[in-house]
């Protein structure tokens, strides 16, 4: 039973344009939210982290929101460059442990 | 280089081998841990250590599938009778230390890929 869904397996988004990634999750027991990056050959690298005390956090051209009454977050990312794409990764944490989702596949065209 | 480092790349072994993967994490990370990604599906965990003890293990799928890190540095994920199905991306990760109420970042290796024919 996954803990950590991502609904939307690729987007598709025009350069300079605002890219939206959502997630939903299951367990209310989750103290972090976190986004991973994803090139191919290549390990997930963090992105951007928000605790569940918080509803949104800020760093540089990517913002999360955290909706704890809807279980909801999402990643936005302002203004979207090529270098952007790449898989997405919305991730949970709880007691040390990660939950992933299966990712989103972000294409970033010119 | 200074991150994780996990060899080999790329495996492939037939039905019924026994397979050792190995993880070198960052140096001085205390915490270590083995994720799983399947083909289409994002990072499962299996294992983390907090030194040379395995502190949660309770992501093993079976008994086929073990993981040591004797003495708190480098690991190895051993998988024994490999069957097609445990065919995947193994991903080792490493932190500073384990945070049960927080979260310290976890940096990942670039995998192994295992293929079982």
């Known amino acids: 039973d996954q803990q950590v869904k991502q609904n939307s397996p690729s987007l598709s988004v025009q350069e300079g344009r605002i890219s939206i990634l959502n997630c939903d999750y299951t367990?209310?027991?989750?103290?972090?939210f976190l986004w991973y990056k994803k090139y191919p050959a290549e390990g997930p690298t963090f992105l951007i982290s928000i605790s569940s005390i918080k509803d949104k956090n800020e760093d540089g051209r990517f913002t999360v929101f955290l909706n704890k009454s809807a279980k909801h977050l999402s990643l936005h990312i302002v203004p979207s460059q090529p270098g952007d794409s790449a898989v997405y990764f919305c991730?949970?944490?709880?007691?040390?442990?990660?939950?992933f989702g299966r990712g989103t596949q972000l294409t970033v065209w010119p | 280089g200074a991150g994780v480092s996990q060899t080999p790349s790329n495996k492939v072994t037939e039905k019924g081998k026994y397979v050792e993967l190995r993880c070198d994490p960052i140096?001085?990370?205390?915490?270590l841990y083995w994720y799983r990604q399947s083909l289409g599906q994002g990072p499962e965990f299996l294992i983390y250590f907090q030194g040379t003890g395995a502190a949660d293990d309770s992501g093993l799928p079976n008994d086929r599938f073990f993981a040591v890190r004797p003495e708190g540095s480098v690991s190895t994920l051993k998988i024994q009778r490999t069957e097609r199905g445990d065919s995947a991306v193994y991903l080792c990760?490493?932190?500073?230390?384990?945070?049960?109420?927080?979260?310290?970042?976890?940096?990942f290796g670039p995998g192994t890929r295992l293929t079982v024919l």
């Open positions: 140096s001085g990370h205390t915490a």
């Open positions: 367990n209310s027991m989750f103290d972090y």
């Open positions: 991730a949970a944490t709880t007691l040390g442990r990660l939950y």
């Open positions: 990760a490493s932190s500073l230390t384990i945070d049960l109420a927080g979260y310290n970042e976890q940096f």
